[in-house]
């Protein structure tokens, strides 16, 4: 029996060898937990790939596909998100090449497009982190709640029926002010971001495919950059209300930016608008390396060095949206 895999690569070298340059691509890490690490100087957090080989130790993370099931490795996983889009990724990318500034993007283009950006929506450490925050403040919210009802007496007799023991008051004092200030941390199997990204694959497809798409191509000295969280959707400040939040990807006003090549960046709105491929200049192509940069996690890849991109290595950004229950 064929032993699965341990790296899970949640960016597939078919994507990022797209942004090779002279054989090359450099990767910023900009995570938090590398300005924890004192280690880790400033040179350092800047790494340079070389060729399709250096693609096979960057964009991925061991056993993030692994749901811990028997009869389920983490190998199946990843040949579904490769139906999703990568399998026929160069091909469609060809495709595109191939057509003029003005051309109307073809059906199969932009069907092909849409499973490739639900998979790479959902198959991210950014993903996994997303639905284990969102879990976590709802249960805090709720335990915070239900222990502000809760006695220390009551506490110290649950304990007791559900260990087995008995807990001092001074422990049972600290364990009610932890779950009421929300001071713990809860740890989830990967089944839970495993079981919610296979479950909305095929919405996201959905989504995507009514949105309007316009493809946006650039000259070879202007390039676009990806990140370890490649699609960026978000609603812009000024439509942003009681009833819409930063990210409603089915607000009328969300947008959608996915960098699909180096030379070639995706954009999707909800404008009803002619679907068809632009000419990109500096201002478009800043704009979208702007906004995927600000939302990445940890590590943001270009085709080549860049000072704004060293900016994110000097400063720690921290992802702009949080969700919480107030």
């Known amino acids: 029996m064929k032993k699965a895999t341990i790296r899970s690569h949640y960016l597939p070298r078919?994507?990022?060898?797209?942004?090779?340059v002279n054989d090359g691509l450099v990767m910023y890490?900009?995570?938090?937990?590398?300005?924890?690490?004192?280690?880790?100087?400033?040179?350092?957090?800047?790494?340079?790939?070389?060729?399709?080989?250096?693609?096979?130790?960057?964009?991925?993370?061991?056993?993030?596909?692994?749901?811990?099931?028997?009869?389920?490795?983490?190998?199946?996983?990843?040949e579904i998100f490769q139906k999703y889009g990568e399998d026929f990724y160069d091909e469609t990318i060809r495709e595109i090449e191939r057509l003029q500034i003005g051309s109307p993007i073809p059906q199969n283009i932009k069907d092909n497009l849409s499973m490739f950006f639900a998979s790479m929506r959902l198959r991210t450490p950014f993903f996994k982190k997303e639905v284990e925050k969102i879990d976590e403040v709802f249960i805090k919210h709720m335990m915070?709640?239900?222990?502000?009802?809760?006695?220390?007496?009551?506490?110290?007799?649950?304990?007791?029926?559900?260990?087995?023991?008995?807990?001092?008051?001074?422990?049972?004092?600290?364990?009610?002010?932890?779950?009421?200030?929300?001071?713990?941390?809860?740890?989830?199997?990967?089944?839970?971001?495993?079981?919610?990204?296979?479950?909305?694959?095929?919405?996201?497809?959905?989504?995507?495919?009514?949105?309007?798409?316009?493809?946006?191509?650039?000259?070879?000295?202007?390039?676009?950059?990806?990140?370890?969280?490649?699609?960026?959707?978000?609603?812009?400040?000024?439509?942003?209300?009681?009833?819409?939040?930063p990210k409603s990807l089915v607000s009328n006003h969300c947008e959608v930016f996915f960098a699909l090549t180096k030379n070639l960046g995706a954009h999707l709105s909800w404008r009803k608008e002619s679907e068809i491929i632009q000419k990109a200049n500096r201002v478009s192509v800043d704009r979208f390396n702007f906004n995927i940069s600000r939302h990445s996690l940890d590590y943001l890849f270009s085709p080549i060095e860049m000072n704004s991109m060293k900016d994110f290595v000097k400063e720690y950004y921290p992802y702009p949206f949080d969700f919480r229950i107030s």
């Open 144 to 245: 915070a709640g239900k222990m502000k009802l809760t006695t220390l007496e009551d506490l110290i007799q649950e304990y007791k029926k559900i260990k087995g023991e008995e807990i001092s008051l001074e422990i049972a004092t600290k364990i009610h002010k932890s779950f009421i200030e929300k001071d713990y941390k809860l740890e989830y199997p990967n089944g839970i971001f495993i079981k919610t990204a296979l479950m909305m694959l095929d919405e996201h497809v959905d989504i995507f495919h009514q949105m309007t798409l316009n493809i946006f191509k650039s000259d070879e000295h202007r390039y676009f950059t990806t990140s370890d969280n490649p699609l960026v959707y978000f609603v812009p400040q000024e439509y942003l209300n009681v009833y819409v939040g």
């Open 29 to 78: 890490m900009k995570g938090e937990k590398f300005f924890k690490d004192e280690n880790k100087t400033l040179e350092q957090r800047i790494l340079k790939v070389k060729g399709e080989e250096g693609l096979k130790n960057i964009g991925l993370q061991n056993h993030l596909y692994n749901p811990n099931v028997d009869g389920l490795s983490s190998d199946e996983l990843e």
């Open 14 to 20: 078919t994507y990022l060898k797209h942004f090779l």
